[in-house]
């Protein structure tokens, strides 16, 4: 894999979804799925302590 020009994120797929804590509208690498609260970039921060 050399396709590294870009050298920002390369072709990862975006989901638009709606922060569960802020309100903003965010991007998420992942899928968001129903019934679970997806949290901008930001508040991720916040929720991730496991
Ligand atoms: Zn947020």
Redesign the pocket.
Known sequence: MSDRRRGYGGPRTMHKAT??????E?EVPFKPTEGRPV??????QKHRQY
Do not use: L
């Not at 922060?19 to 903003?24: L, N």
């Not at 949290?39 to 991720?44: A, D, I, N, P, S």
């Open positions: 922060c569960a804590d802020c309100g903003e965010c949290y901008c970039r930001e508040c991720y």
